[in-house]
């Protein structure tokens, strides 16, 4: 099967750009790239393209902005509101090759990385100089540089380091007419003008194809060590993430997840579980210069509410620790396509939330089936719904409302993409939506960059 028509001219000098080995037409090749990580949304393209550098993005770009064909860049293709995938006959822009590293500057702490580098792959790279990225998500093997910074990506160490845009010094970047912007000095101080790079972290590709990145990077640990604790109630695991954070200055992670989810993990992947059952499980870690196990032993020692904890005594134990916290999508993914819905709350409504929103999504499917895991340190909460067909969306309204009423936000890792464009003026007002359509007219104005995502 075909997808939708290019022009033959157009297809013709696109593959005169990238090499035709590049320029992916076939069916089969292009499944991968049309369908998303949670299988909920898929479309069709008409070809796959695939540069090597800049400058065959750039002349990607300037051969579909003058034929006035669509374009949805994509990294590794990790993520999970539809931004990402051709959902109405746009041509894919993979990214994948552009996965050059330059050296790492050890006396500013930086690096310039390609769009396709993976988080794993530049962690390793700052690993040899004594560094590393401060950014770490579960999928770490496969998303890129490119798509964290399309979407402000922050994952597991955003309580110690902030997300994507606090390591962002510099960009390079394509516009959509082909037009090449670059500043990867990584200065600290930098006052002469518009700050470009903060613009286009987080645009979702909307406005420019961000091509390569230099990136702050942060004093490696010589010692982590994690310790997996449980609770009665989610008011009390945030009552401990807060007392953490003034105990622990060198605390990196506080994680959290429910019985059903440990259940679950535990069911699918066969681990054995550490402690006895209880209803809210968080991973804490700390890491630091020294080894930090006395510190962490204190802190949570002290902790009230604690029902039980472990520690990990070794590396290997730390990282068995971890899988009950970053399987949980694996595992939900396997009980067919999930709503996921990554939101995040003010702390004074954490703790009420998980009931709050079981109540909500059983209001509007009561077949439904809640899970609910997430990044305790800075009130981010993964939402994902089982069981509704991946059409309905009316669990995803329900659930964006009420959360806009909380005074959350609808959007914390993924962005808004398609799926959550409808319901993005509950936390923007009509003022700032205005102001995104200016920037979108100005930059891309035949809105051919992910027509579709955002304020498309």
Partial sequence: MRGPALPTDVLAELRGVVGAAHVLTDAGRRLGYERD????????????????????????????????????????????????????????????????????????????????????????????????????????????????????????????????????????????????????????????????????????GTLAVVTAARLRLVPRPAASVAALCTFATVHDAVAAASDWRRRMPALSA?????????????????????????????????????????????????????????VAGDERHRRELWRFR???????????????????????????????????????????RVWLFGHLGDGNVHVNVTGPAPDDDRVDDAVLRRVAALGGSISAEHGIGTAKRRWLHLTRSPEELAVFRALKDALDPRGILNPHVLVG
Avoid at 92 to 105: A, E, F, N
Avoid at 165 to 179: H, P
Avoid at 338 to 348: F, I, N, R
Wanted: with cysteine.
């Fill in 326 to 368: 970053e399987e949980q999508t694996t595992a939900i993914n396997r009980l067919g396509a999930p709503h996921k819905l990554d939101v995040t709350l003010p702390a004074g409504v954490l703790g009420d939330f998980p009931a709050l929103v079981r109540e909500v999504v059983h209001a509007v499917a009561p077949e439904a």
């Fill in 37 to 204: 990580w949670t299988g909920r949304f898929s479309g069709r393209t008409p070809a796959v393209l695939r540069p090597a550098d800049v400058d065959e993005v750039a002349a990607v770009l300037a051969c579909c902005h003058e034929a006035g064909v669509a374009v949805v860049p994509q990294g590794g293709n990790t993520g999970l509101v539809g931004g990402g995938v051709p959902l109405r006959g746009e041509v894919v822009l993979s990214l994948t090759r552009l996965d050059q590293l330059g050296p790492v500057d050890p006396l500013a702490a930086q690096v310039t990385a390609g769009a396709g580098v993976t988080l794993a792959r530049l962690d390793a790279h700052a690993r040899s100089s004594g560094l590393a990225y401060a950014v770490d998500l579960a999928a770490r093997d496969s998303a890129t540089v490119g798509g964290t910074v399309a979407t402000n990506a922050g994952g597991l160490h955003v309580v110690r380091h902030g997300a994507t845009r606090r390591q962002l010094l510099g960009v390079e970047a394509v516009l959509a007419d082909g037009r090449v912007v670059s500043h990867l000095a990584g200065l600290e101080k930098d006052n002469t003008g518009y700050d470009l790079a903060g613009l286009l972290c987080g645009s979702e």
């Fill in 254 to 310: 506080v994680e959290f997840f429910l019985e059903d989810g440990m259940s679950l993990v535990c069911d699918q992947l066969g681990l054995a579980r550490p402690l006895a059952a209880a209803p809210v499980y968080v991973v804490v870690e700390v890491a630091d210069r020294v080894d930090p196990t006395e510190e962490l032993l204190a802190a949570v020692g002290a902790t009230a509410g604690l029902l039980d904890a472990v």
